[in-house]
T-cell receptor, first 113, second 113 residues
Framework: GEDVEQSLFLSVREGDSSVINCTYT??????LYWYKQEPGAGLQLLTY?????DMKQDQRLTVLLNKKDKHLSLRIADTQTGDSAIYFC?????????????FGSGTRLSIRP | DVKVTQSSRYLVKRTGEKVFLECVQD?????MFWYRQDPGLGLRLIYF???????EKGDIPEGYSVSREKKERFSLILESASTNQTSMYLC????????????FGAGSRLTVL
């Protein structure tokens, strides 16, 4: 079945780069997403990548997609305390309805001074 | 900006009580969702609705029901709350154009004693 996997925790030093990794199982996924959840809040879309792209960059965020290995990563450059949050990877398989957006378990990013 | 509003942010209920969680969106989206979020389990889909009075079961519908009488409002109902329904509940609606981005409410944290 479809599954999205992420490690549960990541700790980085302030100013370093954070790399959050995700693997997915459905090779036909059209869109892959990164959502951010700050404490006490709902999820907010950070960025997404279409399956025919390998990379997408948006300011401090870089998304890399390796379709062969079904691996998605989110790199946050110059990590700040405001980046402390839970980051969810999600995929939408090809031809599926919106109800079939599948989320990973989330990676909790903590920042060390 | 799409806004999804969950009116109850924190609720404490007793076992056996009936619980209503309300969600309202202001962008005329047809599709709305209720997810449950538990640590280490990510988001699990409870129910979704693709139109007024239409609903479909998600992955974990047991113990829940929903109501969609108006397009902008999607309610989650726990007929008889149980302690294992203590969780964070997230409502979302979706923009059907383009990348199918989900917009989430801030969440309703329910504790059942």
């Amino acid at each position: 079945g479809e599954d999205v996997e992420q490690s549960l925790f990541l700790s980085v030093r302030e100013g370093d780069s954070s790399v959050i990794n995700c693997t997915y199982t459905d090779s036909s996924s059209t869109y892959l997403y990164w959502y951010k959840q700050e404490p006490g809040a709902g999820l907010q879309l950070l960025t997404y990548i279409f399956s025919n792209m390998d990379m997408k960059q948006d300011q401090r965020l870089t998304v890399l997609l390796n379709k062969k290995d079904k691996h998605l990563s989110l790199r946050i450059a110059d990590t700040q305390t405001g980046d402390s949050a839970i980051y969810f990877c999600a995929e939408r398989p090809t031809g599926s309805s919106a109800s079939k957006i599948i989320f990973g378990s989330g990676t909790r990013l903590s920042i060390r001074p | 900006d799409v806004k999804v509003t969950q009116s109850s942010r924190y609720l404490v209920k007793r076992t056996g009580e009936k619980v209503f969680l309300e969600c309202v969106q202001d962008m005329d989206h047809e599709n709305m969702f209720w997810y449950r979020q538990d640590p280490g389990l990510g988001l699990r889909l409870i129910y979704f609705s693709y139109d007024v009075k239409m609903k479909e079961k998600g992955d974990i519908p047991e113990g829940y029901s929903v109501s969609r009488e108006k397009k902008e409002r999607f309610s989650l109902i726990l007929e008889s709350a149980s302690t294992n329904q203590t969780s964070m509940y997230l409502c979302a609606s979706i923009n059907p154009a383009g990348a199918n981005v989900l917009t989430f409410g801030a969440g309703s944290r329910l504790t059942v004693l």
